[in-house]
């Protein structure tokens, strides 16, 4: 059986060579995730299973094809560095970067709400390549593509969880003068996908680009509309986290550009249900890019950025698979309140599943044991709902968390959670 | 058990000492069931091209276009996703390879383009990022790519990109990735639609007009007619067929009712024979509907290629020119010809099982049994009559003339045709009776002309088996001039109705840019008497306000149409076609001038409008109310249509012009014009044409339209003349052991022979002559009721004498054919053989 289902996705991985991280399935317009019907997320998770076979078709490729062989590309590398404002804008001649917001808000009434909204860009081949080839080739303007923009939006109360997904080609060298569908600017900061828009409000000289954003968009599913419009305001510094914005992703080296602005006040008003409420809280925004995230053999990844009450930050990540003999491979970065991070790795950080639950029909693990021995800190981690099924192109859970001592239960603070390549445990299981 | 096999084995042996009969069984059920299946081959290959067409839109995308009606560009789309609005651009074209295969070409952009359709769902395939990058993807069906050959090119050697294969796209379509379609079609920024999910926007944004995934009616709807007159003239062919097969299962009954009275006595009982006879006809049927099942794909094949060409140019259907069959079809194919075997066997079998073990077959006794026969069909014909009646009051009662359905207007020839059918045996019957009853007087007064009454006697006695052939030659005589006169009828109205449309010599197209500066060269040309500058824009029917004085009534179609505009000057006036008008013609036109309408003649039928009515038009301005002043004929047009004065018709939907008909003065040199046209503007030969050649354009794809029809038509008159013959084969023996006695008496072989064909040709003869009725019966309901519901207009009844005469000969010749051949076998038998014949 297993054999069967190895050859299987070998010869289909073969054909199915092209990303699947935004291609898996297409755009299907919007989608309230809580209705999408079984067959769609069994299909949906056969096709992410085809992307499981990389470039040779040796193997694995990790979750999304995010482990495909990368010819061609820059590479994220510790000798890099961090410049801003430029590095706030895209690096096409990478394949995959982000830009990835998430808050955890509350109305007035106390009551918690989650939102997420992301920016993903996916170049389609190497810029190198672009360049190497005939002009003839090359004339198909305005509407050539080499790069896929894909954006996500979620915004999640109680049981109720709002999901939608939007697309948009894009060019590495646009055409000058012309209008695009979806892009970023570094000067002045714009990221945007049709009226999703990520927009700086940064006024003074000194500030940085990202210390004041506005955030807007909206989407409508057949549960009629829902949308934020978001102010953020930084309270403290741009975070590097790795080496100096490096961040290794597995044993053999490879990593991504990896930095982020953890210090969100957020305060603005989300529309759900028909009603606009007025929200405040705290939000996370990382910048990652890079050009093989994972090693092939990686299948996903659990992640966490999290609030603490005393003000500092903790980023921890666990990519399972491709750490020393093939262990989970275990990284993060405590951040103080003032911003000075401390790298953490698999000597000074655990992260143990505790319990795991069905959301969407996939097993994803729900509550976690974080233990960091040198801050002397052990935490228990709990999704406030199971249901944070990300049905979108590319399939994953994200959803608020709420973060407690383990040994007293005492509230420590709130933050985010993700977790990838879940879809593909199930086909396995089964 | 072994018994059963003994007996079949006995059964069957009889075709290996008549493997004529067994011939024309075969070939009966081969014909029958070739017309048969390749007709549905062409219906259910049609039929699946229609659905994937449909489903290339799925359940329909809204479009949006630019108020000011400029084309729409990267920009707009751009700005309304900008906007949140959700559109998806879509460039369509057409594209003509080298080797000059026209396909039509669709860009889309599979990241922003919404819904389930076909379209939509060819990105999921083969991943995307092979589709929107270099060297891109050309995405089709197999049956497009069979077509298209090896190595199809563009633009003199370019290559495609990479071909996908996906098989529910709909035929002669390729999809390609929006950027390399741009690039293919060098359209630059212009994108031809812009769409969304259908009822995904609640209005249109500002600037621009929404046009919802409307109600038009799907290729599917439109070709139903003609599909249902292709099923008709199949079953028709397949009815014929059957017939042969009848004639040959008696004979083979008749010939063995003496074996079977055998095996009875030898103790196989009756419902065993029955049984017997039912597996022979099995296996006969298996037999002979494999073979009409790959004889009718290939028919199926050969016509194809004009019925693509009929249905693309009738309707604007695409449909493939290669087959492509549902699993269903193979089923229903060898279905239908094993139950129509069944029914032209249940009555030879009804009879084998009621044998009476002592009774003898005699021709005496068979004749009892025709009278007894003649009698019911008598009755039958009767029925079948009084229900064409019936259908007829039905279709009159209501309206003014003839107002049948499509499937009433079959049914009512259907009518027609039995009874004429089942009262012809009778009428022969009676000729005959009369003839010889006749000749019985007469004989008493002079001397007697026993050769002619024994001539009468003897074909009185092949009437019953003559019957069948006789009926089927009958219907298909009738078929023929009824479809003939109705395509010779509709050539005269069509090419009249071409000539009075086409007034102007010259057909000028030109780019829109240029559309001004060529209009006043040509307004300062002496030769040049007047410029018709037409437009065209769509709209909806949104009402429809009856003037009827007691009928006050408002409906509300929310119809899809096309609005035409013309120019209203001296050349118009004075001939373009109208049916009926409000008033008198010159009043007509003058309100057309002044801001009225004309609507075609399908929309009046289609809709019920009369002058008078008043038609509340969508435009870009918002609702416009025009009153309907005459009615024209618009032959070749699938779809209803109103026309407005150009100036009326720009101003209303905001559209430029699009055409200029240049009408020369008498004696001017129109030729000389359009090659100072040529050299001035620099046009290409596609934007300017000349009035011979538009004809020649109209008159070819008219020619090509009826192809099909008159194709198998032709084969339905073959079969027929293949019963004929087949029935005349299989009583030949008999007949010889009949002649060799007045052979031996002394009558010359030339003299006999000349009887035998005088009494064919007098039976087809008189068929031939009822057929003419019948066939005038048939043209009127195809002009008058089945034209106006497949089509939506009604044409004048031409009656051709050519026709009627050219039917005549046809059933003499045919006749004389059929007789021919047992009669050259006959020429060559030695005298001393026919007489031992006798005995066996």
């Not at chain 1, 920016?119 to 509407?143: C, G, M, N, T, V």
């Not at chain 2, 049956?143 to 090896?150: C, E, I, K, P, S």
């Not at chain 2, 002496?526 to 004085?549: C, K």
Request: glycine share 10%; net charge neutral.
């Amino acid at each position: 059986m297993n054999n069967q289902w190895h050859l299987n996705s070998l010869i289909r991985g073969l054909s199915v060579l092209c990303l699947l991280l935004l291609g898996a399935c297409g755009p299907a317009s919007e989608h309230g995730s809580q209705t999408q019907p079984v067959t769609e997320s069994a299909k949906r998770a056969d096709s992410a299973k085809n992307s499981g076979a990389d470039v040779n078709g040796g193997g694995r490729a990790g979750f999304a094809n995010l482990g495909a062989a990368s010819q061609g590309y820059a590479h994220a590398s510790s000798a890099t560095y961090l410049s801003f404002p430029e590095d706030h804008g895209p690096h096409p001649d990478f394949r995959i970067e982000w830009w990835y917001l998430t808050a955890n808000l509350v109305d007035d009434n106390g009551e918690p709400l989650g939102m997420q909204w992301t920016l993903f860009r996916q170049a389609q081949q190497p810029i190198a390549k672009i360049e190497a080839e005939p002009k003839s080739e090359h004339k198909a303007e305005p509407w050539s593509t080499d790069q896929i923009w894909m954006a996500h939006m979620a915004l999640s109360r109680g049981e109720n969880h709002r999901v939608a997904e939007r697309f948009a080609r894009g060019a590495s060298v646009p055409l000058p003068n012309t209008a695009q569908q979806a892009g970023v600017t570094a000067q002045p900061f714009r990221a945007w996908l049709d009226d999703w828009q990520l927009e700086s409000q940064a006024r003074n000289p000194g500030d940085d680009a990202l210390d004041h954003l506005r955030l807007t968009a909206q989407a409508k599913d057949e549960n009629g509309p829902f949308g934020y419009r978001l102010e953020l305001e930084a309270e403290g510094p741009l975070v590097r986290h790795g080496i100096r914005g490096f961040s290794q992703k597995s044993a053999d080296g490879q990593g991504s550009m990896y930095y982020s602005q953890p210090f969100y006040r957020v305060s603005g008003e989300v529309m759900l249900e028909g009603e606009h409420v007025a929200v405040s809280g705290r939000a996370w925004l990382d910048r990652e890019w890079s050009s093989q995230l994972l090693s092939a053999s990686q299948t996903g990844w659990d992640w966490f950025s999290l609030h603490l009450d005393s003000g500092a930050r903790l980023m921890a990540f666990r990519l399972r698979g491709g750490g020393a003999n093939q262990d989970d491979y275990l990284s993060g970065s405590w951040i103080s309140p003032d911003g000075e991070v401390t790298p953490l790795n698999a000597s000074t950080l655990t992260l143990v599943p505790l319990e795991s639950a069905k959301a969407a029909g996939h097993r994803v693990p729900l509550r976690w044991r974080l233990t960091l021995p040198e801050q002397n800190i052990e935490l228990e981690i709990v999704a406030r709902q199971a249901n944070r099924w990300m049905n979108t192109s590319v399939l994953y859970w994200e959803g608020a968390v709420s973060v407690s001592d383990a040994a007293s239960g005492a509230p420590r603070g709130q933050g985010y959670l993700e977790m990838t390549g879940y879809d593909m445990v199930r086909q396995k299981s089964e | 058990m072994r018994l059963i096999g003994v007996a079949l084995a006995t059964l069957l042996s009889h075709y290996r000492r008549h493997p004529g009969q067994l011939a024309m069984l075969l070939m009966g059920l081969w014909v029958a069931g070739a017309l048969w299946s390749g007709v549905q081959a062409i219906n259910a290959s049609a039929r699946d091209n229609y659905a994937r067409a449909e489903a290339l839109l799925g359940s329909g995308f809204d479009r949006l276009e630019r108020e000011d009606g400029q084309t729409l560009t990267r920009d707009d789309f751009i700005q309304l996703r900008r906007a949140g609005v959700l559109v998806s651009p879509l460039i369509e074209g057409e594209l003509i390879t080298d080797s000059g295969e026209k396909l039509t070409l669709i860009g889309i952009d599979p990241l922003t383009l919404p819904g389930d359709s076909s379209l939509a769902r060819t990105r999921a395939s083969g991943g995307l990022q092979g589709f929107i990058t270099p060297p891109w993807q050309t995405r089709l069906a197999p049956d497009t790519r069979a077509q298209l050959g090896n190595q199809p090119t563009l633009n003199s050697g370019t290559p495609f990109p990479p071909m996908v294969d996906v098989p529910a796209l709909p035929p002669n379509t390729l999809v390609m990735d929006i950027a390399i379609v741009a690039q293919l079609l060098t359209t630059g920024d212009s994108i031809t639609a812009l769409v969304s999910a259908a009822d995904a926007l609640p209005a249109a944004p500002r600037g621009f007009t929404l046009v919802r995934a409307d109600t038009r009616t799907s290729p599917g709807q439109l070709t139903q007619s003609f599909h249902l007159n292709l099923t008709a003239m199949a079953l028709l062919a397949l009815i014929v067929g059957l017939f042969i097969v009848q004639a040959a299962l008696g004979l083979a009954l008749e010939q063995r009712l003496g074996l079977l009275r055998t095996l009875r006595a030898l103790g196989v009982s009756g419902r065993t024979l029955v049984v017997l006879m039912a597996l022979e006809l099995v296996l006969l049927g298996l037999l002979g509907a494999l073979a009409g099942l790959v004889s009718g794909l290939w028919l199926a094949k050969t016509l194809l290629p004009d019925v693509a060409a009929t249905l693309q140019s009738l309707y604007g259907a695409d449909v493939s020119g290669k087959l492509s069959l549902p699993w269903h079809y193979w089923l229903g194919g060898i279905g239908v010809t094993l139950g129509g075997l069944f029914i032209a066997g249940s009555g030879v079998l009804w009879r084998a099982s009621r044998i009476s073990l002592l009774g003898l077959g005699q021709a005496q006794a068979w004749r009892a049994g025709f009278q007894r026969q003649l009698r019911v069909q008598t009755l039958l014909g009767g029925a079948a009559a009084l229900s064409a009646v019936a259908l007829l009051w039905l279709s009159t009662r209501e309206g003014q003339g003839l107002d049948l359905g499509l499937v009433g207007g079959f049914g009512l020839v259907a009518a027609i045709i039995l009874a004429a059918a089942l009262w012809l045996p009778p009428l022969l019957a009676l000729v005959l009776s009369l003839l010889l009853s006749g000749l019985s007087h007469l004989t008493r007064l002079a001397r007697s002309w026993p050769l002619t009454q024994w001539a009468l006697a003897d074909l009185q006695l092949q009437l019953p088996r003559l019957s069948l052939a006789m009926m089927a030659l009958l219907i298909a005589l009738s078929a023929n001039l009824g479809v003939s006169s109705m395509v010779g009828g509709f050539r005269l109205t069509f090419l009249d109705w071409l000539d009075q449309r086409l007034m102007a010599d010259l057909y000028l197209r030109p780019a829109a840019a240029q559309f001004a500066d060529i209009d006043a060269w040509l307004a300062q040309r002496d030769a040049v008497n007047e410029r018709l500058i037409t437009a065209d824009a769509t709209s909806q029917l949104l009402e429809i306000t009856s003037s009827n004085t007691t009928d006050k009534s408002v409906r509300r179609p929310g119809l899809p149409l096309s609005v035409f505009g013309i120019t209203p000057g001296q050349t118009l006036m004075a001939d373009w076609p109208l049916l009926n008008t409000l008033g008198d013609r010159d009043a007509a036109w003058q309100a057309l001038q002044h801001g009225d309408a004309f609507i075609n003649e399908q929309l009046a039928r289609g809709e019920v409008i009369a002058p008078g009515d008043r038609l509340s038009l969508a435009t870009p301005g918002g609702v416009e109310s025009v009153t309907v002043v005459g009615i024209y004929p618009d032959y070749g047009n699938p779809r209803g249509e109103v026309v407005l004065a150009t100036h009326q018709l720009q101003q209303l939907f905001r559209v430029p012009p699009v055409s200029i008909g240049i009408v020369m003065h008498p004696g001017e040199d129109a030729g000389l014009l359009s090659q100072q046209l040529i050299e001035r503007f620099k046009l290409t030969a596609h934007s300017l044409r000349d009035q011979r050649e538009v004809k020649a354009t109209a008159t070819e794809i008219f020619e090509r339209t009826f192809a099909i029809t008159r194709a198998l038509n032709g084969l339905t008159l073959g079969v027929a003349a293949l019963a004929l013959l087949a029935t005349l084969l299989a009583q030949a023996q008999e007949r010889r052991r009949r002649l060799a006695a007045l052979w031996a008496i002394g009558v010359p072989l030339r003299q006999l022979l000349g009887i035998q064909l005088a009494q064919l040709a007098g039976a087809a003869l008189i068929t031939g002559l009822l057929a003419i009725p019948l066939g005038i019966a048939i043209t009127a309901c195809l002009v008058w009721g089945i034209n106006v519901a497949a089509f939506g207009w009604r044409l004048p009844l031409y009656i051709f004498p050519g026709e009627i005469s050219l039917t005549l000969i046809t059933a003499v010749l045919v006749a004389l054919l059929a007789a021919g051949l047992p009669m050259l076998k006959l020429w060559r038998t030695p005298p001393r053989s026919l007489l031992a014949e006798e005995d066996t």
